[in-house]
Antibody, heavy 124, light 107 residues
Framework: EVQLVESGGGVVQPGGSLRLSCAAS????????MDWVRQAPGKGLDWIGRIRNKANKYTTEYAASVKGRFTVSRDDSVNSLYLQMNSLKIEDTAVYYCVRVYGSDWSTHYFDYWGQGTLVTVSS | DIQLTQSPSFLSASVGDRVTITCRAS??????LAWYQQKVDKAPKLLIYTASSLQSGVPSRFSGSGSGTEFTLTISCLQPEDFAVYYC?????????FGGGTKVELK
């Protein structure tokens, strides 16, 4: 059974940093691209970043709203995905979801599994 | 960035109704479109990928269609468990973007 379990959320002051983790199990983690998606309270879904697999050199993509502040990384040896968030702003307050990307071709970039999410609150 | 416009944003329907949600893209997306369902306080769930392919385990009353810039999600016979928010997502280019969502509520 595929499982994605996020952790690391909490309350942080504006300008602060936080690191989210996502523990993956039930599939060959190293084969898959992995993404982060967030959802502000009462709002829609917002894609924030991607890390490709080793075969694609672990390259990354980011939304403009987080580029330069957030970093997606992974450790295939422990089946984990990370999101380092720096210079946090009040508008970064959201539930953050770890998601598995089904395949490597553009036609297969859909999100077939989602974690339960972890809440990040940026507040003074 | 590719903008996705969903309509309607809110839909009131009864059990047994046929429901159609539209997603319009600001430019062509090669049918690289997915639909997700999100229930209250739950993570989204994949329903449809590449515009019309049904994800494994999803009931056949859900279907997707469309091409180019206009796509639809249809629920043929609404069930009580289908009351939720539905999102489209384009997977054609970065940044990946979602539609604003359609909330399906009980009439």
């Amino acid at each position: 059974e595929v499982q994605l379990v996020e952790s690391g959320g909490g309350v942080v002051q504006p300008g602060g940093s936080l690191r989210l983790s996502c523990a993956a199990s039930g599939f060959t983690f190293s084969d898959h691209y992995m993404d982060w998606v967030r959802q502000a309270p009462g709002k829609g879904l917002d894609w924030i970043g991607r890390i490709r697999n080793k075969a694609n050199k672990y390259t990354t993509e980011y939304a403009a709203s987080v580029k330069g502040r957030f970093t997606v990384s992974r450790d295939d040896s422990v089946n984990s995905l990370y999101l380092q968030m720096n210079s946090l702003k009040i508008e970064d307050t959201a539930v953050y979801y770890c998601v598995r990307v089904y395949g490597s071709d553009w036609s297969t970039h859909y999100f077939d599994y989602w974690g339960q999410g972890t809440l990040v609150t940026v507040s003074s | 960035d590719i903008q996705l416009t969903q309509s309607p944003s809110f839909l009131s329907a009864s059990v047994g109704d046929r429901v159609t949600i539209t997603c319009r893209a600001s430019q062509g997306i090669n049918n690289y479109l997915a639909w997700y369902q999100q229930k209250v306080d739950k993570a989204p769930k994949l329903l449809i990928y590449t515009a019309s392919s049904l994800q494994s385990g999803v009931p056949s009353r859900f279907s997707g269609s469309g091409s180019g810039t206009e796509f639809t999600l249809t629920i043929s016979c609404l069930q009580p468990e289908d009351f939720a928010v539905y999102y489209c997502q384009q997977l054609n280019s970065y940044p990946l973007t979602f539609g604003g969502g359609t909330k399906v509520e009980l009439k």
